[in-house]
């Protein structure tokens, strides 16, 4: 564990710099006492502080050279979080998973504004809450980026959050999907597969929901391009005893390795070519853009003042921009360009 | 000339892919007739063009190795542009100088919003449409970024606009400023003062003024660091007569060469290591969130449908993100890491 909060460089890092205290250790929850309506905060931080002991472990006996770092901090006001980041492995060039737990309050339009509504849901986010006014919230998740070095072993990224305002009203969000420089459809399937078989248990109607959900939001507007080749994503999700979504938020989480790491596990010696890694590093290039740009989480921690290298870990060591680069017909490179264009049903 | 139109994956991207039409030569003016209140729209793009062509010809002279790639275009509806890009040079890794003239519209607020009015000028830009509705506007400029190879050579990126909205309100903006990846102090006065010279003969208030504009707005607000080292920014220029802000900007865009290109002569065959050069790609790290997250004219540019590969030109080939980094107390990187969090003056 490393003290970040003395050192001296730190004071201008951030937005809320000055709320973030870096700990030894993180103290057993970061919820504050008292003040939930309902158990559920502990619960889901509980949970996945196991998920992400279980997911690091898994990575670091997979990459079998480096292990994860980690930095605990808290919040003024409480809150807090647990970062992990790993670089320079032998099978990894950088993965991180987070732990945060965030006490704030967003203007009312805002936290209405990131509510996919109208395409799946009708939850009122700001409820009780008059336009103008700040909602405050409770939100816990835990969020990953992880990025390989072999061009042919896709990166990966989970998300698995729960909120709550003090008005009362809640809500869970998450998702994994996965980013291959390559396509190989069998990958796909199994990583597909995966997923469409935790979320048959909970409902048959998530996975090709949450499927689309992927697709229309890793989308690189700019680019008519996704950022990868999809996965799941659902936010809003109240619609059931939330012990039941907690659950599914559950098994999705702990299903990471079992999803991803047999993929890069097949792959993580396949001989590769320079021109396959920049195809790669232009790949992360459109990573970038779509965090920087789009990515929901990215924007909210920017906004809310949360430690900037905790939110930008999931930008790649490495990344690259050619200009108006475009494979050449029939490559490999335009095969997978073609599926981000055109998202496919793998399962 | 390359034409650009007929490739076939071109279709899905960008979101105004479709109002792009490659063509081998631009025509003589990209502005339509007959709807401009006043000459300045044609006078002002025949000045860019021209300082495109001086500037694009002094940079292959110091490269001395490859020669920028003209695409042209143009817009349905009128406008179009002419991009100019040099990739694998001897002493920039990319280098971009792009002309473009858009016919637009955009929401009234989002055109006030991107207005500084409230510190540097009272421009009503929406004068004359109501909250709500669309303001069509006329756009012409000039938009560069260099990156050149070595550590020791400074990144570059200047910008010169003109504006006018169909409701006659009409305004200047433009800059030019440097990012090294090293403090040279000398180097920064010169630079410095090449523009506060400029700026002096047309306004002894220019210089302080737009100095410090530069400052606030090329400033990464969740990492509390400048871009680069500064130089001049200003917009909503439209306090005197056009013809004077119109000689203001030429000389400002004539004198880019003169400014930069000096630096980069004397530093391009500078010894340097492997930690330098990814020193220089985490500073071009912070180019590209200061770009994706912030830039006015990469926003404006991705919300009004632009030609993508141009607006986007200005990242950098190769970029850098390691978790966490923090320069040793006393090294060069930290001596330049101060100077970007507490802007200095030159001259």
Redesign the interface.
């Known amino acids: 564990l490393r003290a970040?909060a003395t050192?001296?460089?730190q004071?201008?890092?951030?937005?809320g710099?000055d709320s973030h205290k870096a700990v030894d250790k993180a103290p057993d929850t970061l919820c504050r006492d008292g003040t939930a309506n309902t158990a559920m905060r502990a619960k889901f931080e509980k949970m996945l502080r196991e998920a992400q002991d279980y997911i690091c472990k898994s990575v670091e006996n997979v990459d079998g050279g480096a292990k994860f770092?980690t930095?605990a901090w808290t919040r003024e006001g409480g809150g807090g979080g647990i970062s992990r980041?790993l670089?320079g492995g032998k099978v990894w060039e950088?993965a991180?998973c987070n732990l945060s737990v965030v006490y704030g309050s967003m203007p009312s339009e805002a936290l209405q504004a990131a509510n996919d509504r109208l395409k799946f849901g009708a939850t009122d986010r700001a409820k009780g809450y008059a336009p103008g006014e700040r909602v405050p919230f409770f939100a816990c998740g835990l969020s990953s980026v992880m990025h390989p070095k072999n061009p042919h072993c896709p990166t990966m990224h989970f998300n698995y959050r729960y909120f709550e305002t003090e008005g009362g009203v809640w809500w869970f969000g998450g998702g994994t999907d996965i980013t291959p420089a390559y396509l190989n459809v069998d990958d796909m399937k199994y990583f597909h597969g995966t997923y469409k078989e935790v979320c048959d248990k909970h409902d048959p109607e998530f996975y090709p929901k949450f499927k689309k959900w992927a697709d229309e939001y890793f989308f690189i507007?700019?680019?008519?391009?996704t950022r990868g080749l999809g996965g799941i994503f659902f936010d809003d999700l109240n619609d059931r005893d939330p012990e039941k979504i907690f659950e599914f938020a559950k098994e999705c989480a702990m299903n990471v390795p079992k999803a991803y790491l047999p993929i890069v596990e097949a792959h993580k010696n396949d001989p590769f070519t320079q021109k396959e890694k920049e195809w790669q590093?232009m790949r992360r290039?459109r990573y970038?853009?779509f965090n920087?740009?789009y990515d929901r989480g990215t924007i909210f921690g920017?906004k809310t003042g949360g430690r900037?290298?905790s939110?930008?870990?999931s930008?790649?060591?490495?990344?690259?921009?050619?200009?108006?680069h475009?494979?050449e017909?029939g490559s490999k490179e335009?095969e997978v360009?073609e599926v981000f264009?055109n998202p496919r049903d793998w399962v």
């Open positions: 970040t050192k001296p460089d004071k201008s890092e951030g937005l710099f770092q930095d980041v670089t950088k991180g507007k700019h680019r008519g391009e590093l290039g970038v853009e920087l740009v920017l900037i290298e939110i930008l870990m930008l790649p060591e490495t990344a690259r921009w050619e200009y108006d475009r494979p017909p335009a360009l264009r």
